[in-house]
């Protein structure tokens, strides 16, 4: 191992023992009956780590091209993630969807609970709900002493989310129907889960109750953060400096691109209608809809194995360990749109996609989630996540356990595309699911940047995009006008676009990484393509690029324009961990 591989591993382990959370996401054993700490000291403590890490590594030699880009990784990361300590945003991370109080919640569905041993970390780690949560107020208090704080809209949307984890005015909280989940025939086990859960519901509600009383009574109005904190995000979430005003103006070109092409395909499903009332005549349609959660499960479950099955050899070439990914249903209080979660590092726990219900729903859109399982199994997330971990002998293993969200969700969203390519869309009530998932990732570009930034909306917009919006060429985004804007153009409804707008403004900068994202891997592929000519493989690009692992957007650029696919990498097999 070289001095940067053996940097590497000591950051993942020392990482995760700082963040027992995250190992658990990341499949990093040890920690499974701890919860991280999130207090002020033991943030000043992760960046002293953090700078003395990138000191370390400016003095340790590079001794070949794995060592160079492992370094170039590693700096990125790590820089980025200072950037946000030194913006103060661990004082106030607290949003809708994706802080640490979803977190403490979220990490026991990936837990593994096939033995009493593996039950005894769940009481283990339930019983320490409440000094995780403490530890969290704490943070949000020295926040309220200095000035540094969130919007009001997340702190009460978390609220919400946390009234859900105690069972706030609601019967059982979430964490007594975890529990229940146990079917050992230790009675003493039993007992202390759902004593164990009680008590962590108890730390919730008394959270939830701060929030509203306290946190919400201090927070801001102003949902926009502003030019240099958006910024920041947004090269922390892609990997790269963005051109904010460019990314602006390219995404209300592309959102027009698809919206006309969208209006095309809606004419050929049933004559003059709008993209919307074919949506929504889809929806009903028994040709295009699935009956039952498990029925909808098992069918995206055959769509994930037939497409490894066919692309195996063809456009990738795919390990035995990757080619299990599971198909299941998400439980209660989960994220309202489909999600992927990796495999362990030792591949014991497979890869997953999780398919939402929603209470009483029965019916499930196979017409659009077929496009949404290509982004989150084969050829997307899974292909890209899994196929990194296995790269023992290229990455080191602060890469294989890495994830930056821009170059993943730019994957995915370029898996989408090449399915399209492909011709798996071939009807038009496919097609018409892919391009709204297409339109939703463009009008993201364009209400992220707008909405932190307070940009207006063009005066020269196409006038195809402000239909129905009525007089708002000229205007400020705020974020009436930008749920009418997604419901209208992406495609979404009501309910769900105005959660939507509450998550963008809540995780500033994350949300452009899908567009931009692709637009980088497809970039990058067309420039491979004119340098090989005839002699260019796909499958050997697609093989040589995800041998990368996940790195920045910008190492990204300038990895895959350094050379086309070496011959080594089409066909390779990953060690066996």
Same mark, same amino acid.
């Given at each position: ?5 053996? =940097? ?31 207090? &002020?000291? $033991? ?14 590594l ?5 001794? $070949?091209?794995?060592?160079? =880009? ?9 820089? %980025?993630?200072?950037? #946000? ?34 039950w005894d ?11 995780a949560?403490?530890?969290l107020?704490? %943070? ?10 969130? %919007?009001?809209r ?26 229940? +989940? ?11 889960? !759902?004593?164990?859960a ?46 904010? !005003? ?6 209300? !070109? ?11 395909? $809606?004419?050929? =499903? ?6 919307a009332?074919? #949506? ?16 909808t ?31 299941? =249903?998400?439980? &209660? ?10 495999? $362990? ?5 497979s ?18 989630l ?33 994830f930056v ?34 339109? #939703?990732r ?39 006008l ?23 403004? +809540? ?6 990484g ?11 592929r ?16 697609? #093989? ?15 990895e895959?324009?350094?050379?086309t ?11 066996t961990?």
């Amino acid at each position: 191992m070289t001095a940067v591989f053996d =940097l590497a591993d000591r950051i993942v382990q020392e990482s995760a023992a700082a963040d027992p959370i995250s190992a658990t996401y990341l499949g990093v054993a040890g920690y499974e009956h701890l919860l991280t700490d999130y207090s &002020p000291a $033991s943030h000043d403590a992760r960046a002293a780590r953090l700078r003395g890490w990138l000191a370390e590594l400016d003095d340790l030699a590079q001794t $070949s091209a794995d060592d160079r =880009l492992a370094a170039a990784v590693i700096r990125e990361r790590l820089g %980025a993630q200072l950037a #946000m300590y030194d913006l103060e945003e661990h004082l106030r991370d607290i949003n809708v969807l994706g802080s640490p109080i979803q977190a403490v919640r979220g990490v026991f569905t990936v837990m593994a609970t096939g033995t009493d041993q593996q039950w005894d970390n769940v009481v283990r780690r339930l019983d320490a709900v409440p000094a995780a949560l403490a530890s969290l107020r704490a %943070a949000y208090e020295e926040g309220i002493r200095g000035g540094v704080l969130p %919007a009001r809209r997340q702190v009460l949307g978390a609220a919400a989310v946390a009234d859900v984890c105690a069972g706030t005015g609601a019967g059982d909280g979430w964490f007594t129907g975890f529990v229940r +989940g146990y079917a050992g025939a230790d009675a003493g086990l039993r007992q202390r889960l !759902e004593h164990s859960a009680a008590t962590a519901e108890s730390a919730y509600g008394d959270l939830a109750a701060w929030l509203r009383a306290d946190y919400a009574e201090a927070a801001l109005e102003r949902d926009a953060v502003g030019r240099e904190r958006y910024a920041a995000k947004a090269r922390y979430y892609t990997g790269a400096d963005v051109d904010l !005003e460019e990314a602006y103006a390219w995404g209300w !070109e592309e959102l027009s691109r698809i919206t006309r092409r969208m209006n095309e395909v $809606s004419a050929q =499903l049933y004559g003059g209608v709008t993209p919307a009332e074919a #949506m929504d005549r889809l929806d009903t349609d028994p040709e295009h809809t699935i009956e039952g959660a498990e029925a909808t499960r098992a069918w995206l479950q055959r769509i994930t194995d037939e497409t490894i099955d066919s692309f195996d050899g063809r456009y990738f070439d795919i390990p035995e360990q990757m080619r299990r990914c599971d198909a299941v =249903l998400a439980p &209660p209080g989960s994220a309202a749109a489909p999600y992927y979660t990796p495999p $362990s590092e030792d591949f014991a726990r497979s890869g997953r996609t999780w398919l939402p219900v929603l209470p009483d729903q029965t019916r499930f859109r196979s017409w659009w989630l077929l496009s949404v399982w290509f982004h989150e199994a084969v050829p997307g997330h899974h292909l890209q996540v899994a196929y990194t971990m296995l790269q023992r002998e290229r990455l080191s293993r602060f890469q294989r356990v890495s994830f930056v969200s821009g170059h993943g969700e730019g994957w995915a969203l370029y898996a989408e595309r090449l399915m399209d390519e492909l011709g798996y869309f071939d009807t038009p009530a496919t097609e018409l699911g892919f391009l709204s998932a297409q339109a #939703m990732r463009a009008v993201r570009v364009i209400v992220d940047i707008g909405l932190h930034l307070e940009l207006a909306v063009p005066a020269d917009a196409d006038p195809v995009l402000l239909d129905g919006i009525g007089d708002a060429a000229g205007a400020v985004w705020d974020a009436d006008l930008a749920r009418r804007f997604l419901h209208l153009r992406g495609l979404l409804a009501e309910d769900f676009a105005a959660s939507e707008i509450d998550r963008y403004l +809540g995780i500033p900068g994350q949300a452009i990484g899908y567009k931009l994202g692709e637009r980088v891997w497809l970039a990058a592929r067309e420039d491979a393509r004119a340098r090989g000519g005839e002699a260019f493989d796909l499958k050997a690009w697609h #093989m040589r690029a995800l041998a990368l692992g996940s790195v920045g957007l910008d190492v990204l650029r300038t990895e895959l324009a350094q050379d086309t696919p070496r011959p080594e990498d089409a066909g390779s097999t990953p060690s066996t961990p």
